[in-house]
């Protein structure tokens, strides 16, 4: 409990008056990395404040000075007479500070009038905007969550409501170059239902291919001390092999060698031919 000009018994919720608001720091999800970063900076400010005309005696920022209770929402309020600053919660500030602070009740509402005034503006900014660029939004939306440059320019139009002339000449250029990336990472992994099943289970065959991953994997049993690893293959038409044992190359590596079908399965839609006991005649 406060037993300074603070206190209880003393206070004057006249002699005060409402300057800003403490606000938690907002999700991730609510506003993307713009509204946690002009946090961050609306943070230090209030820490700047503070540290000069503060006058906390609980830990300040996120507690009551008033009544040391722990806060999400509440309010700095300087105290006019002596000019120091106080971070009290939105339960102190309403039943405590402003019974007959009409100023600070005044100044809410006024805020709450301003902000609904700028959500409107936004609106209207963004519904002529919108109606302006029909293209343009449909591209917006369409990568809002794949890709960073035209998220980003989405996330700028939502906050300022409209772009510059030369955001907006990128977006089109920049949709087709997603809608292209998009297309060869389709085709890539569509690759994998041209493989095919080579061999018969316990026949030696031969394989050139690719080594497309390699992976060490965890010894089976304490008395196996060599190192295994799972290597899986690509030949040049597409069919997949994979290999568990010894090392055969490092991705990239392509390798030439007989090896022995231990069975056939399919994975996420690929037809891999398992094999073991590969023998390789060269390694790139
Ligand atoms: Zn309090």
Redesign the pocket.
């Known amino acids: 409990m406060r037993t300074d000009i603070h206190r209880e018994s003393k206070l004057k919720p006249e002699d005060y008056e409402f300057i800003g608001d403490i606000v938690p720091m907002p999700k991730y999800q609510e506003g993307g990395l713009d509204a946690l970063k002009s946090w961050l900076a609306w943070r230090a400010e209030t820490e700047q404040l503070l540290t000069t005309h503060g006058v906390e005696i609980h830990t300040g920022r996120n507690r009551?000075d008033?009544?040391?209770?722990w806060?999400d929402w509440g309010y700095l309020l300087s105290h006019t007479p002596s000019g120091k600053v106080l971070c009290?919660?939105n339960?102190?500030a309403d039943t405590r500070f402003s019974m007959s602070n009409l100023d600070f009740k005044r100044k809410q509402a006024a805020k709450v009038r301003a902000q609904v005034r700028h959500r409107r503006g936004l609106f209207a900014k963004l519904w002529t905007w919108a109606h302006d660029h029909p293209e343009e939004l449909k591209v917006l939306n369409r990568w809002s969550k794949t890709n960073d440059f035209l998220q980003s320019l989405r996330s700028q139009l939502r906050r300022n409501g409209t772009l510059s002339d030369n955001q907006v000449s990128c977006i089109l250029a920049a949709g087709e170059r997603a809608e292209e990336w998009e297309t060869k990472r389709k085709a890539i992994s569509s690759k994998a239902i041209l493989s095919e099943y080579q061999g018969e289970v316990g026949e030696r065959i031969v394989i050139q291919a690719e080594v497309q991953m390699v992976r060490g994997l965890e010894s089976f049993s304490a008395y196996d001390a060599a190192p295994r690893y799972i290597t899986k293959l690509v030949d040049s038409d597409d069919n997949v092999y994979i290999q568990y044992g010894a090392w055969i190359g490092d991705k990239g590596d392509t390798v030439n060698g007989k090896a022995t079908v231990k069975k056939h399965s399919e994975y996420d839609g690929c037809k891999q031919t398992v094999v073991q006991r590969f023998l390789h005649t060269k390694a790139k």
């Open positions: 009551c008033h009544c040391g209770a806060f009290v919660g339960v102190c």
